[in-house]
T-cell receptor
Framework: GAVVSQHPSWVICKSGTSVKIECRSL??????MFWYRQFPKQSLMLMAT?????????EQGVEKDKFLINHASLTLSTLTVTSAHPEDSSFYIC?????????????FGQGTRLTVV | AQTVTQSQPEMSVQEAETVTLSCTYD???????LFWYKQPPSRQMILVIR??????QNATENRFSVNFQKAAKSFSLKISDSQLGDTAMYFC???????????FGTGTRLTIIP
């Protein structure tokens, strides 16, 4: 199947600094990618839809100035957590969808565990 | 708006037994896809099985099968001959045809007991 690579898998940063997380579709092009946040023992919460060549679409309640999304190419989307604070500590997951004759399927990155200290 | 409900937060079964995970959903759409995803302790999301709503036949993938009841908006997952590696969180998910946003259920934590 298709592969989505997310990097880094974990990161620790100091409060007030910014962290960039990359999401790459390795063997297919993705005009749309998705960023999720997952709290411990909870489901995936959609943060935003990343659109290649245009602005991201944020879900209600997600601060667009804190979570900057850039989708500059058909294989790369980045999520930058700006001025990170301890409450931003979480597990972040990206996904890209592949549409084939058989239908649509989502492929997920490995996730990034962010710890802000 | 679509909603997906998983009413079993946790389940546990003995190895080699069969277990069924429940999922119900609500939508006004007639064409859509349903999925079961597995999230093991590594937290990598893995597709277990997919069902197209227009197909009446229930999807099967080796030990995994679904019972899709479109009228009842029910989509349960049956795991046969359960194995220790099946221990994971299982999420039911919905996406409308022509849409790309997945709607996830709250998940069921499944533990296979040796």
């Amino acid at each position: 199947g298709a592969v989505v690579s997310q990097h880094p898998s974990w990161v620790i940063c100091k409060s007030g600094t910014s962290v960039k997380i990359e999401c790459r579709s390795l063997d297919f092009q993705a005009t749309t990618m998705f960023w999720y946040r997952q709290f411990p023992k909870q489901s995936l919460m959609l943060m935003a839809t990343s659109n290649e060549g245009s602005k991201a679409t944020y879900e209600q309640g997600v601060e667009k100035d804190k979570f900057l999304i850039n989708h500059a190419s058909l294989t790369l989307s980045t999520l930058t957590v700006t001025s990170a604070h301890p409450e931003d500590s979480s597990f972040y997951i990206c996904s890209a969808h592949l549409v084939t004759q058989g239908g649509t399927e989502a492929f997920f990155g490995q996730g990034t565990r962010l710890t802000v200290v | 708006a679509q909603t997906v409900t998983q009413s079993q937060p946790e389940m546990s079964v003995q190895e080699a037994e069969t277990v069924t995970l429940s999922c119900t959903y609500d939508t006004s759409e007639s064409n859509y896809y349903l999925f079961w995803y597995k999230q093991p302790p590594s937290r990598q999301m893995i597709l277990v099985i997919r069902q197209e709503a227009y197909k009446q036949q229930n999807a099967t993938e080796n030990r995994f099968s679904v019972n899709f009841q479109k009228a009842a908006k029910s989509f349960s997952l049956k795991i046969s001959d359960s194995q220790l590696g099946d221990t994971a969180m299982y999420f039911c998910a919905f996406v409308g045809f022509g849409n790309e946003k997945l709607t996830f259920g709250t998940g069921t934590r499944l533990t296979i007991i040796p």
